[in-house]
T-cell receptor, first 114, second 114 residues
Framework: AQSVTQLDSQVPVFEEAPVELRCNYS??????LFWYVQYPNQGLQLLLK??????LVKGINGFEAEFNKSQTSFHLRKPSVHISDTAEYFC????????????FGQGTELSVKP | DAGVIQSPRHEVTEMGQEVTLRCKPI?????LFWYRQTMMRGLELLIY????????DSGMPEDRFSAKMPNASFSTLKIQPSEPRDSAVYFC????????????FGPGTRLTVL
């Protein structure tokens, strides 16, 4: 069975500082990995995804993530955050041939302060 | 396209009443997912459909929950009878293909059962 662990439930950071949101997964087979963002009172939207190939994936809004197979991690980073990045971030995993059945982590609340 | 449409956006009902949540996926998407989000359990997949056929309903909590997709442009999630522990935000999402394509989420229905 798959699982996803987001290591930090809350991450406070000052504007223009770098940030890293951590995600570890467990699976006995190869997986696809995703980061979604949820702004207050909205649904989720895709930030980026890893399918195969280059382990460094770039997404929207200046975010990027690095897939590390040996450490089973998929950490999300941004070199300089803005107030508008304040939101909840979810890491998710699905196996090949799982019909898009996503398993989500518990979420990390990113709070960017001026 | 208007995106995934859910109705109602908010629903307040009393314990024991029947609740019906509605979803219109993005036109042309052949996968539809229902999720439930709570503080305690996070984001959980309840059921998903492919070409209007339920594929995996292992996340449906119990017999009080049922979901249908009578055609490609409409799905319902019904709870009968409702209980206070069903209070949550319910999301519908749709996608073009499984596994690696982006799931587009609706704005959610916030259900409160008194």
């Amino acid at each position: 069975a798959q699982s996803v662990t987001q290591l930090d439930s809350q991450v406070p950071v000052f504007e223009e500082a770098p940030v890293e949101l951590r995600c570890n997964y467990s699976s006995s087979v190869s997986v696809y990995l995703f980061w979604y963002v949820q702004y207050p009172n909205q649904g989720l939207q895709l930030l980026l995804k890893y399918l195969s190939g280059s382990t460094l994936v770039k997404g929207i809004n200046g975010f990027e993530a690095e897939f590390n197979k040996s450490q089973t991690s998929f950490h999300l980073r941004k070199p300089s955050v803005h107030i508008s990045d304040t939101a909840e971030y979810f890491c998710a995993v699905t196996q090949y041939n799982q019909g898009g059945k996503l398993i989500f982590g518990q979420g990390t609340e990113l709070s960017v302060k001026p | 396209d208007a995106g995934v449409i859910q109705s109602p956006r908010h629903e307040v009902t009393e314990m024991g009443q029947e609740v019906t949540l509605r979803c219109k996926p993005i036109s042309g998407h052949d996968y539809l997912f229902w999720y439930r989000q709570t503080m305690m359990r996070g984001l959980e997949l309840l059921i998903y459909f492919n070409n209007n056929v339920p594929i995996d309903d292992s996340g449906m909590p119990e017999d009080r929950f049922s979901a249908k997709m009578p055609n490609a442009s409409f799905s319902t999630l019904k709870i009968q009878p409702s209980e206070p522990r069903d209070s949550a935000v319910y999301f519908c999402a749709s996608s073009l293909a499984p596994g690696y394509n982006e799931q587009f989420f609706g704005p959610g229905t916030r259900l409160t059962v008194l």
